[in-house]
């Protein structure tokens, strides 16, 4: 006879079930078949033989890995000491609802903060005015792409490396200065091999959406930024070739999967 805890069980593993097959598995089958087909709707393989056989597609895809890239460098360089820094701190869980916070904040009005700030008539260029400076074109420019994505994706990085930080027994850190190791030997040989899972769950939770970037590169980057993700929304929504819009999807995809292998634990 089965049990109260079996029966909670078995309905927790149906519910992940028809969750997995219905909105995981279903949507990217649907997109395999789309990519797997021709405008008139016959099967081909002409959509990735067009795809990789492009020049234009695969400096869109060279783009698209190298921004995720130096993406998740610059936001990696600024989460590790802040996450470091807030670990140390007497009120961290303050600290962490500060960087918290931006999440709450919808994608769309934080990018048009950042067009009220870099903008022609925006603040930066007003305070320059006051010293006399000719104001800036700030906006539509690789830097301010870069900028706003990070400032975008940086609680994403801290989040799971603070989680890693906290969960490093302090006794480690004492015993290795004990044994004559400085601070930086001790963050060096002992906090960051300890901290890394927190620090390839980072790297996933930015370098994977940072590959389809659109609204960014547009709004900010004034499409001087072109991404595979800039190049999907123009099949679906202009063009309307939603099977090669599909066909880029599904390249993206694949590299977000070999990303998570790269940066899985072993």
Known sequence: ??????????????????????????????????????????????????????????????????????????????????????????????????????????????????????????????????????????????????????YIEIPFMILPIYNALAEIDPVLSAASQDLGASRWQTLRRVIWPLSMPGVKSGVQAVFIPSLSLFMITRLIGGNRVITLGTAIEEHFLVTQNWQFGATIGMVLILAMVITMLLTREK
Do not use: E
């Not at 309905?11 to 949507?27: E, I, N, Q, S």
């Open 1 to 150: 006879m089965r049990t109260k805890g079996q029966f909670s069980q078995g309905l927790l593993y149906a519910t992940y079930g028809f969750w997995l097959l219905f909105f995981v598995m279903a949507p990217l089958a649907l997109l395999l078949w789309q990519s797997l087909m021709s405008i008139d709707g016959h099967f081909t393989l002409s959509n990735y033989a067009t795809f990789f056989t492009s020049g234009t597609y695969l400096t869109m895809a060279f783009n698209s890995v190298f921004y995720a890239a130096l993406i998740t460098l610059a936001t990696l360089l600024i989460s590790y000491p802040t996450a470091y820094l807030i670990n140390q701190l007497k009120y961290k869980q303050f600290w962490l609802l500060l960087v918290i916070l931006p999440t709450w904040i919808n994608l769309l009005l934080k990018t048009y903060a950042f067009i009220g700030l870099l903008g022609h008539n925006g603040i930066i260029n007003q305070g320059l005015a006051i010293f006399n400076i000719a104001p800036k074109q700030l906006l539509f420019s690789d830097w301010s792409f870069m900028l706003v994505a990070a």
